[in-house]
């Protein structure tokens, strides 16, 4: 029998459901050390939550979350919350020695971030940020293909993210809509997603230049009790003002010489959730297109004249990060995989004592770009 590992999820929507598939899933697809039990799980609203609870099959209801982080029968607190609530939950954490799974954008700001690092590491305890797109079989295998030496030097890195899921100007005014609980618009949302593939594949970002635009500028009010997967109603006729920006782009230099270009909106008409980027280096070159997520596009300058260019990868063989432990080779995995992949790493790292990447060290770093392009 594993020993295990206790988890205790605050937040019960769209993240929610996307953390608790993960810890189910982990220790059935993967031989993982500890095994992850979803003891306990907490949100605001009783029916709803029971309803939650009873569906995903986590033990216990809790609606304080500082009963989560306090309750001795918790491991782990993932925070599947909002970022205006991180820091406040993820400090409380550390303090009761939980290691800690947390969301993206890892907070508001990265004075926050700074401080919920330096907690963390004051108690000794895992830290984790969730950018789950790092762990898809394509996105890993090009971070192996780059290390390989196959791409040689990078000199560039164009990266888009693009949504459309507000571009209904009767789309009412959620919490990812308002500087108070969200901070920022797409930039804290999608770019820093963005930013830490950046990291991941080219290197630290050295300076920034933005530029941002509002297109809306006035919502109604949301009835934020019925919001989850990014849908919402709204409270009736009244409007309030929306204080974030809809689009965010950047021009950044990295500390190696790359220079890049990231665009972020939730106002590209036709575009769901398409996360894209191009690298190009001295020996070859990358592309990516999450909606096509199991491939990954590669050139490679020492394929011999007369046959270069790009190569579609297909990133379901037994050679390919995370794919020998799904299904036999050619068959596809979806969105909802990265974050089974994540709990995995995460179990590791737990039970041998060791960082884990992305952590709020790289949340420090990646609000520190964000905060420099707005
Ligand atoms: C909304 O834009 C969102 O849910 C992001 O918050 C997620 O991080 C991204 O993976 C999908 O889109």
Redesign the pocket.
């Known amino acids: 029998m594993k020993n295990k590992l206790r988890i205790g999820l605050i937040g019960s929507k769209?993240m929610g459901r996307a953390h608790s598939n993960a810890w189910k899933k982990a220790g059935l697809f993967f031989d993982i050390p500890l095994q992850p039990v979803l003891q306990m799980v907490c949100a605001r609203h009783e029916n709803s939550l029971h309803e939650f609870a009873e569906q995903w099959g986590w033990q216990q209801t809790e609606t304080d979350w500082k009963k989560v982080v306090s309750n001795p029968l918790v491991d782990v607190v993932d925070i599947a919350l909002p970022q205006h609530l991180h820091y406040e939950v993820a400090l409380a954490a550390a303090r009761e020695g939980k290691h800690i799974f947390c969301?993206?954008p890892l907070a508001m700001n990265s004075r926050q971030a700074e401080e919920m690092l330096r907690v963390c590491e004051e108690h000794r305890v895992v830290h984790y940020l969730n950018h789950?797109?790092r762990r898809t079989p394509a996105i890993s295998l090009a971070r192996r293909m780059i290390d390989e030496g196959k791409i040689g030097r990078i000199f560039h890195w164009r990266c888009a993210y693009q949504?459309d899921?507000i571009v209904d100007p009767e789309f009412p005014l959620t919490w990812?809509l308002r500087a108070e609980t969200a901070q920022a618009g797409?930039q804290w949302?999608?770019n820093s997603?963005a930013v830490d593939l950046a990291h991941y594949l080219v290197g630290p970002i050295a300076t920034v230049s933005g530029l941002t635009a509002q297109f809306v500028a006035e919502r109604p009010l949301a009835d934020e009790s019925s919001s989850g997967n990014?849908q919402a109603d709204a409270l009736g006729d009244a409007k309030g003002k929306v204080t974030v920006e809809d689009a965010a782009l950047m021009l950044v230099q990295f500390e190696n010489g790359a220079v890049g270009s990231f665009e972020a909106t939730?106002f590209a008409t036709g575009r769901k959730?398409a996360l894209s980027f191009e690298l190009y280096g001295s020996k070859g070159s990358l592309k990516f297109d999450l909606e096509r997520m199991n491939e990954l596009s590669f050139y490679s300058a020492e394929d011999p004249e007369g046959c270069q260019g790009f190569r579609t990868i297909q990133t379901t063989e037994a050679s390919h990060p995370y794919a020998a432990h799904w299904w036999p080779p050619g068959h596809i995995i979806g969105y909802e995989h990265s974050f089974v992949h994540a709990a995995v790493d995460f179990v590791r790292a737990v039970d041998s004592g060791t960082a884990i990447e992305p952590n709020f060290a790289s949340g420090v770093q990646i609000l520190k770009v964000l905060e420099a392009g707005l």
């Open positions: 769209f969301e993206k789950n797109y949504q899921w990812q797409p949302d999608l997603h990014l939730r959730n």
